[in-house]
């Protein structure tokens, strides 16, 4: 088991990854910029590394200081938490390379994934059902005129390299398509620097359900189930709720949908925990939308249901212990809703 854990992240998740480091016996090292010298994580960890000024850019975003901090406390292993370098491939390589264990999937496992159309290939490959849409990044006008005659009109332009509901937009006639493309590339570049988008056919009235997996470095995986996180507003997930609604009344999805994330998750040669996410339409028919590649904000809607505790297992599998749980040992007892709250202007 690994003796020290730089937490690379703050607030709420930072908090929870210390409790469970203390809990796990592992020494824990918060990092803060000047807004949070005060905060909770900062006060309840063992010790403390500042990182710079308030802007993430300047702090939780900065690899370089991060690794350093990671160096001078003597930390054999950093959790990004979610957000900020959670999900990417260069932190998780830099950790690396630093002989830092990235508690967390492989830099490879994240490039596959991390991208959209990278991980639509991926499913498709073993093929688990997509939304009908391109397999690349729309490289001009032509192409996505052609494309959404094809899908046919609603469509939905999405970022290829985020989420969030960032580099999105609903194109219903061609006449709005080359603005929307320019706009919702233009978010993009400013979200995630990278302003490839792609066309997805849209599906009306969705559910939006998403499969937690766990995977070791032994060729083992299982699925904890489902949460449904079907009220959104602005694209942002508002309640989350597990058992969903809909797999309770149709329980035979819930095998189709583990089974189909479980040979994603496995073609992609993902380790550590990781949610498939699927959009399921009003004939119960499932298509997988995306991965995330880190630890969900939801995640403790899981553990209440199922009792595991989702970030040990993160703190085993990347020391290199394998999971011990069977499938057929996951259980689902009772109902768990998490209830998001947003400021808004």
Sequence with gaps: MLKKVLVANRGEIAVRVIRALREA????????????RGALAVRMADEAAYLGASPSSESYLRIDKIIDAANRHGAQGIHPGYGFLSENAEFAEACANAGIVFIGPSASAIRKMGSKTSARQVAMAVGAPVVPGTEQAIRNL???RETAR???YPVLLKAAAGGGGKGRRRVDREADRAAAIRDASSEALRAFRSDEVY???LIIEPRHIEIQVLGDHHGHMIHLGERECSIQRRHQKVIEECPSPLITAYPELREKMGEAALKIARAAGYANAGTMEFLVDRDRNFY????????????????????LDLVQWQLRIAAGEPLTIQ?????????SIECRLYAED
């Design 25 to 36: 016996g592992i020494g824990s090292v918060a990092v803060y910029s000047d807004a949070d």
């Design 142 to 144: 032509d192409d996505a």
């Design 150 to 152: 094809t899908l046919g």
């Design 199 to 201: 066309l997805e056919k």
């Design 288 to 307: 997988f939308l995306e991965m995330n590649t880190r630890l969900q904000v939801e995640h403790p809607v899981t553990e209440l249901v199922t009792e």
């Design 327 to 335: 499938q057929n040992d996951v259980m689902w007892r009772g109902a």
